[in-house]
């Protein structure tokens, strides 16, 4: 008795763009529920604030990493649409949906405090960034700490990332989770740390006061440190590959979500070459020339039916030339009825 073989049903199916947005917006709520509700609760604790922040990173960015990148933040969207990672149009639909998550994070975060013990009310700090009481640099310094953060922050990013750095793909949700704690532990004290607009955004309007009067900073610092990071991490250590369609300094359409159009950023940071584009042409090259058909007495081979097939059944090339001129490989013109089949049939 012969044994049946065996048949794999399981596919690789990309995720599509709902699921990849729903990822960023449950990843986000999570950062801003658990790193903002620590700060509140431990009373502005520098450790405990950090490691939480880098710890909720972690989990995310390997629960949901695989599924739409892990980036759970404005600025490392826009610094990986510069460095040529995604394409313009996920980076806006991405940022969109971390400020929702980020907002509603806020919102659930405030209820569950008003409905426990802890000593908070509406209008006081949710966890949220001022450089007023909440620290001891003024604007001018804030703004520096923050693109200066941010821009190491990326740098982690984009390195650890980096197709060429396979040594440590899975190490990397780990590796860019200490270097957010680390910068927590650096600008807390400042500025509350943010590196993050929808962090910021996400507990601002609950927070009120110093909150929403300091939150142009940080939504526009997260972003320059990105800007910078984006565009010097590359020209510093080059590309591991291609940029993407409708990144970088390409700012038309060309990119898209939809898994049937351009390949995930590379199933999230756990993933060997997280952050990669899989192997694309830059944004208007020519495609590369098809493979010239096998033609031969006016018959030419179909290597999808594995049969041979009349030549005139094929389109002409605009050049093919005169009748009878199989120019690069084309089929002969229509005009030509040669129906000899070639030999061996």
């Given at each position: 008795m012969t044994?049946?073989?065996?048949?794999?049903?399981?596919?690789?199916?990309?995720?599509?763009?709902?699921?990849?947005?729903?990822?960023?917006?449950?990843?986000?709520?999570?950062?801003?529920?658990?790193g903002c509700?620590?700060?509140?609760?431990?009373?502005?604790?520098?450790?405990?604030t950090g490691l939480s922040f880098g710890i909720a990173i972690v989990i995310m960015v390997y629960s949901f990493g695989r599924i739409s990148g892990g980036h759970f933040n404005p600025a490392?969207?826009?610094?990986?649409?510069?460095?040529?990672?995604?394409?313009?149009?996920?980076?806006?639909?991405?940022?969109?949906?971390?400020?929702?998550?980020?907002?509603?994070?806020?919102?659930?975060?405030?209820?569950?405090?008003?409905?426990?013990?802890?000593?908070?009310?509406?209008?006081?700090?949710?966890?949220?960034?001022?450089?007023?009481?909440?620290?001891?640099?003024?604007?001018?310094?804030?703004?520096?700490?923050?693109?200066?953060?941010?821009?190491?922050?990326?740098?982690v990013i984009l390195s650890v990332t980096d197709d060429r750095n396979r040594?440590?793909?899975?190490?990397?949700?780990?590796?860019?989770?200490?270097?957010?704690a680390a910068i927590h532990f650096v600008g807390i004290g400042a500025t509350g740390t943010s590196v993050n607009p929808a962090r910021s955004i996400g507990v601002a309007f609950y927070s009120g006061g110093d909150a929403i009067q300091d939150l142009w900073l940080f939504i526009i610092a997260p972003l320059v440190g990105a800007v910078i990071a984006g565009l010097i991490y590359p020209l510093t250590f080059g590309r591991d590959k291609d940029p993407v369609p409708g990144s970088g300094l390409n700012f038309g359409s060309g990119g898209s979500s939809d898994p049937g159009f351009t390949q995930q950023w590379n199933q999230g940071y756990g993933q060997p070459g997280f952050g990669q584009q899989q192997p694309h042409q830059d944004?208007?090259?020519q495609p590369p020339a098809q493979e010239q058909p096998i033609i031969q007495d006016g018959w030419q081979w179909d290597p999808a039916t594995q049969q041979w097939i009349p030549a005139q059944q094929q389109p002409v090339a605009p050049d093919a030339g005169q009748p009878g001129q199989q120019a690069g490989g084309w089929a002969p013109p229509a005009g030509d009825q040669t129906q000899v089949r070639p030999p061996g049939q």
């Open positions: 044994q049946e073989p065996v048949v794999d049903q399981t596919t690789d199916t990309p995720p599509t763009t709902v699921q990849k947005l729903l990822a960023e917006l449950l990843g986000t709520f999570v950062l801003v529920f658990i509700g620590t700060a509140v609760i431990s009373g502005g604790d520098l450790v405990a490392v969207s826009v610094g990986a649409a510069l460095a040529g990672r995604i394409s313009w149009k996920d980076a806006g639909l991405y940022s969109a949906v971390q400020t929702l998550g980020a907002l509603i994070g806020g919102f659930v975060l405030a209820i569950t405090l008003l409905a426990s013990d802890a000593p908070w009310e509406f209008g006081d700090p949710l966890g949220s960034n001022g450089f007023g009481e909440l620290g001891a640099a003024d604007w001018a310094g804030a703004l520096i700490i923050e693109v200066v953060l941010t821009f190491i922050f990326l740098l040594a440590i793909a899975a190490q990397a949700p780990l590796a860019i989770g200490l270097a957010l944004f208007g090259q």
